[in-house]
């Protein structure tokens, strides 16, 4: 009778059996020495018809057959494959073992039953680098001799001939499916058909397929580019964190094996994700790249740097962000709903954030959820806190996010600094508008980056300044502790400096460098190898605040401290001098929250005081606190009393003309 099985699943799980059936047929003839060769020969006759049958039922290649293509089985090691399956899929086998083997205890199919059972017996077959043996396909179990050890069908190949989806267990959170439903800009488009193309074309010319690294910060638009490519070739892509890959030599070599067979059976592509290695860490990178070279078939590496990687064929893309206009084509997409309203903020969202097209999407949703949740908010404003959200760096290590609260009131300057401040939000704002609506920025890349020094004594206003600037433009402000930066190691304050301008190069946050002339001191005469490298991130630090797209702020206590080549290329130098009486009188009116209880407090004489405002919020501060604990309002006698604990830390003493007439 022959079979009409339409179903490919069905189909195959009857032709595995009958194939099954015959490799026990051939173990039933080795045992059964009651049972005439005629009588055996009937019905292996049978079973062989069955297969036949089965096979011509199938609508498509079986797994077994495909298995045996793929990985070149001779007709002696599909026997072996099936002797181990027959364990698994054919009842009582292990009865059936025990007398083939003729000893009771000897319940599993071993090298030396396939040797009887099976012609065109062959050693390579049981090697160590046999097929069945370097692809794992079968698990050899411990016994003193080789051929009476236990074998097994691995797991993963038994899923894979009743065709069943399934992943290698051993593989299960080190290895994790990916799919991307992004869609991809234009620029990222061309570099999928160019990675198509150059693939395609190296397996017809049967050549050495190369490795496609992928270089930049955004991971996401590499993961996504992969998984393009991947639909296209008709493959899955598998993504692997590089710490993760990095262990002992023999669970690497496992693991290569492991994956290299998972590769062929689900026909999968690795992406080796080295986004997050330290490029500094030599032994680190050097286990990476022995790893990629090791590593046969299709293969994307993720890395921020390009890797050097010697034995092995590879290309190098860079995945830039979207350009300009393909952004602003993102941001009108991902708002249709909103076309009516938006009113020129794309440009100017644009023109602050270089996001990524994930990261314009949750925006995007972010600002949607919240307009819904408070439809009388503003567009422009949800969507631009969205994207201060989406654009934070992760600079923890080397950085602290100040939340800014202050405003112009808080800040007493002159008239011409307050102006210079004006002028530097207004550098910020109309940078668009500038650079690229009006051509600045096509003439050269150089040079566009808004730098401001701020110098003048400690306590003068330089960090509340930026701290204003950064609420007046609604942008996140980030102190950079120059602790962490500067290392006494050759070649490490460059590589922190290099993390930050990288991290924040998305967001155009603020850096705010305080104390700066103890990284940006004057570049010494070479008299040593440590000066040359001291020069070397100088040089560095210049080329990067160039060409970075936000606002970078210098403070320091000493202007002529700083090397004159900074000087140079700042655009904007502010002073902060020393208030005098009517600006610290001004300084005292705003200090006390309005919440606090004052009492009998005289501006005039608290403005003869003389010290600097950050002096003065530390004396409001610590009178406020002893007023508290009195259980009274804030008066003059708390504030002379803090005003001689902030003077004995000054190393200066009250004169008789600051306080007198106080009490």
Not at 222 to 247: F, M, V
Not at 433 to 444: A, C
Not at 637 to 660: F, G, M
């Amino acid at each position: 009778m022959i079979m009409n099985i339409d179903n490919w699943y069905e189909a195959n799980h009857h032709y595995i059996l009958a194939a099954v059936a015959v490799a026990r047929g051939a173990v039933e003839k080795h045992a059964a020495r009651d049972k005439s060769i005629l009588e055996w020969q009937e019905e292996q006759n049978t079973r062989q018809e069955t297969l036949l049958l089965a096979a011509k039922a199938m609508p498509a290649t079986s797994s077994l057959d495909k298995l045996c293509t793929i990985f070149q089985l001779s007709k002696f090691e599909r026997n072996i494959l099936l002797l181990c399956a027959c364990m698994e899929l054919s009842s009582n086998f292990h009865i059936l073992c025990a007398k083939a083997h003729g000893e009771t205890q000897r319940t599993c199919p071993t090298f030396s039953l396939a040797f009887a059972a099976f012609p065109e017996p062959h050693w390579d077959a049981i090697a160590p680098h046999g097929t069945l043996r370097r692809w794992r396909l079968i698990e050899v179990g411990d016994e003193k001799a080789l051929t009476l050890a236990p074998l097994r069908l691995d797991e993963r190949i038994l899923h894979y001939l009743v065709g069943v989806e399934s992943n290698d267990e051993r593989l299960t959170g080190l290895i994790e499916s990916f799919e991307s439903n992004q869609v991809l800009v234009s620029s990222h488009q061309k570099i999928v058909q160019q990675i198509v193309s150059m693939w395609s074309y190296t397996r017809e010319s049967k050549g050495i397929l190369p490795v496609v690294q992928l270089c930049g910060t955004d991971t996401t638009s590499k993961c996504a580019i992969a998984s393009e490519i991947c639909k296209i070739l008709g493959r899955k892509l598998k993504i692997i964190s590089a710490p993760i890959a990095q262990s002992i030599p023999s669970e690497v070599e496992s693991l290569i094996r492991l994956w290299e067979r998972e590769a062929i059976l689900s026909e999968s592509v690795l992406f080796l994700n080295c986004d997050k290695i330290d490029s500094s860490d030599a032994t680190r990178v050097d286990t990476i790249e022995g790893l990629i070279e090791r590593i046969n078939g299709f293969l994307f590496v993720a890395s921020q740097e390009k890797l050097h990687i010697t034995q092995r064929p590879v290309i190098s893309v860079d995945i830039c962000h979207p350009t300009t206009d393909e952004q602003r084509l993102l941001w009108k997409n991902n708002l249709n709903q909103f076309t009516s309203e938006l009113n020129g903020q794309v440009k100017k969202l644009i023109a602050q954030f270089n996001l990524s097209p994930a990261k314009i999407h949750s925006a995007c949703v972010e600002t949607t959820a919240r307009l819904n949740q408070q439809p009388e908010s503003d567009l422009g404003t949800a969507l631009w806190d969205a994207c201060r959200v989406q654009a934070r760096p992760r600079l923890d290590e080397l950085a602290q996010r100040i939340t800014a609260t202050v405003n112009w009131q808080n800040l007493v300057l002159p008239p011409a600094q307050s102006e210079v401040l004006d002028e530097i939000a207004a550098h910020v704002r109309q940078k668009y508008t500038v650079y690229q609506e009006w051509g600045f920025g096509t003439t050269s890349s150089r040079g566009l980056g808004i730098s401001a020094l701020f110098a003048g004594p400690s306590g003068t206003g330089k960090t509340l300044a930026s701290e204003v600037l950064a609420q007046k433009l609604s942008l996140d402000l980030y102190r950079i502790d120059l602790s962490s930066v500067i290392s006494k190691y050759i070649g490490e304050t460059e590589k922190n400096l290099r993390r930050v301008f990288d991290a924040a190069q998305e967001g155009g946050v603020i850096l705010l460098f305080d104390e700066a002339d103890a990284l940006f001191g004057k570049r010494s005469e070479v008299k040593d190898s440590r000066d040359r490298y001291a020069n070397i991130e100088v040089s560095y630090l210049l080329q990067r605040m160039e060409c970075y797209p936000g606002l970078a702020i210098l403070t320091t206590n000493f202007k002529n401290s700083i090397d004159t080549a900074f000087m140079r290329r700042i655009r904007f130098l502010v002073q902060f001098p020393f208030p005098d009486a009517a600006q610290r009188a001004k300084i005292w009116q705003s200090i006390f929250p309005k919440s606090t209880p004052v009492e009998n407090l005289d501006i005039d004489k608290l403005a003869r005081l003389n010290v600097t405002g950050g002096n003065i919020r530390n004396i409001a501060l610590n009178a406020a606190f002893l007023a508290a604990d009195s259980k009274e309002p804030v008066q003059m006698k708390h504030i002379l009393r803090a005003a001689r604990t902030e003077y004995i830390k000054l190393e200066k003493s009250l004169t008789e003309a600051e306080i007198s007439g106080w009490v």
